[in-house]
């Protein structure tokens, strides 16, 4: 009687133990990500980070501090505009951006605690193809991007570059807050 009993706790726990490990485990596939991105940074369609330092050896006075400015909404995906700004935090000018098409057929993929990977198309794709290739890293998929992003909560975000290939966050791009306005 006491090993039957035995045997039953010990078959129950193995049981309960690898249906806890199964809905634990996430894996990056096509049935996880969704349409647009998270609803909680979709509330606002505009993000700009925090003033950057720029790097050591290339500051100067006209170019000391940077700001990404980026689209996030339903219809668009992280696609950052560099702002240039003197010591005084004056604007001088932009940097380069990835094109209007880097931004078309968001999805995102929510990761836990807050984070969330967001990744978006490039050229002439339709929405479907779009993830497909960014999932895959194939040539067709020339110029979209893919983020992790932190949202701390609806008025602000972290954002790092995201590599599927490697070991995932990859360089921080900043504190991210909405904004509605101009560059300046």
């Known amino acids: ?10 078959a129950t726990l193995l049981l309960m133990a690898s249906t806890l490990s199964l809905l634990t485990t996430t894996k990056a596939n096509a049935a996880t990500w969704k349409t647009g991105v998270p609803p909680v940074i979709s509330k606002s369609t505009s993000w700009r980070s925090d003033f ?17 400015f980026t689209p996030l909404s339903k219809t668009a995906g992280f696609n950052p505009v560099t702002a240039i700004y003197t010591k005084s935090k004056k604007f ?3 940097g380069g951006n990835a094109g ?13 605690h807050g984070y969330y990977k967001v990744t978006a198309g490039g050229e002439s794709h339709n929405n479907k193809k779009s993830l497909s290739y960014e999932l895959h890293s194939t040539l067709n998929h020339d ?6 992003i932190k949202v701390h909560n609806s008025k602000q975000i972290s954002i790092w570059s ?12 900043g504190l991210f807050r909405p904004y509605n306005g101009n560059i300046n």
Not at 52 to 68: E, G, L, Q, S, W
Request: charged fraction near 25%.
């Open 1 to 10: 009687m006491k090993f039957r009993n035995l045997t039953l706790s010990i």
């Open 52 to 68: 950057i330092k720029a790097p050591a050896k290339y500051r100067t006075n006209k170019y000391y501090y940077t700001r990404v």
């Open 92 to 94: 001088v000018g932009n």
């Open 100 to 112: 209007v098409d880097a931004s078309i057929y968001p999805h995102y993929q929510s990761i836990g």
């Open 143 to 148: 110029d979209g991007e893919t983020v992790l």
């Open 162 to 173: 995201y590599e599927n290939k490697t070991t995932g966050k990859q360089d921080y791009r």
